[in-house]
């Protein structure tokens, strides 16, 4: 069992390097078609912030490649310098998308309160989550189940939260998707095109889902196969 767990983590990760190649491509694709408007990245998000009257939240840059996201807990909007001071689909999109985070804070989106109150039980079983399920699938070869039993439990929690992440995101791309389209941000050549990077973008997190439930639910019979 432990040798099919690693052959369906491979399996994931090759799914997992197609989809962010394929990420990079269409970001890397629609950064290169500018805004008929002009806005940067920042001039998105403060518009979008601003429209939904959340005033607050700072736009900030913040170093890396596609490293865009919103902190919560200093109430920022983190631009990479592509999208902050990009003129792009791409960064028009991502801008919206994080903006659609905040939008999501301030209207205390019910699965956004659940992940951020998970972010500290995550953060600790992450840690050793794998060592303990690792000692745990040896103890078990000679009956004692309970080590993975524990580390289950510990795995269930990042589980639970890889799995509210997907209505969180995908909820923050509709946010963004409708208000780009309503305020005519992107014109109608230029919706389809941030639609589809967002897509591309949600895809990921799906990816991440599905490895992480399948994982879970092998261990869970590797121990119910010791148990008895």
């Not at 099919?4 to 983590?9: F, P």
């Not at 079983?125 to 189940?145: D, F, P, Q």
């Not at 990077?197 to 019979?221: C, D, F, S």
Request: hydrophobic share 50%; proline share 3%.
């Amino acid at each position: 069992m432990t040798f099919e767990i690693m052959i369906v983590s491979l399996i994931f990760v090759g799914i997992s390097m197609v989809v962010s190649m394929v990420l990079k491509s269409k970001f890397n694709k629609y950064s290169k078609v500018p805004l008929s408007n002009g806005m940067t990245g920042r001039e998105v998000a403060e518009k979008m912030l601003r429209e939904n009257g959340i005033y607050d939240v700072k736009v900030v840059s913040v170093d890396g490649f596609l490293s865009d996201h919103y902190n919560p807990a200093n109430k920022t909007v983190n631009l990479s310098p592509e999208v902050y001071q990009g003129n792009s689909v791409s960064a028009a999109a991502v801008a919206a998308h994080e903006c659609g985070h905040a939008v999501q804070h301030a209207t205390a989106y019910g699965p956004l309160t659940l992940r951020s109150k998970l972010v500290p039980a995550v953060q600790f079983s992450s840690m050793i989550v794998n060592w303990v399920l690792i000692i745990g699938v040896i103890m078990a070869a000679s009956g004692n189940t309970t080590l993975l039993l524990i580390g289950i439990i510990l795995m269930a929690v990042t589980v639970v939260f890889t799995l509210v992440t997907l209505p969180v995101e995908f909820d923050a791309s509709k946010r963004a998707l409708a208000w780009l389209n309503q305020t005519n941000i992107t014109n109608q050549q230029e919706y389809p095109k941030a639609k589809d990077a967002l897509k591309w973008a949600a895809t990921t997190y799906v990816v991440a889902a599905l490895a992480a439930v399948v994982t879970l639910v092998q261990y869970i019979m590797i121990y119910m196969a010791r148990r008895d």
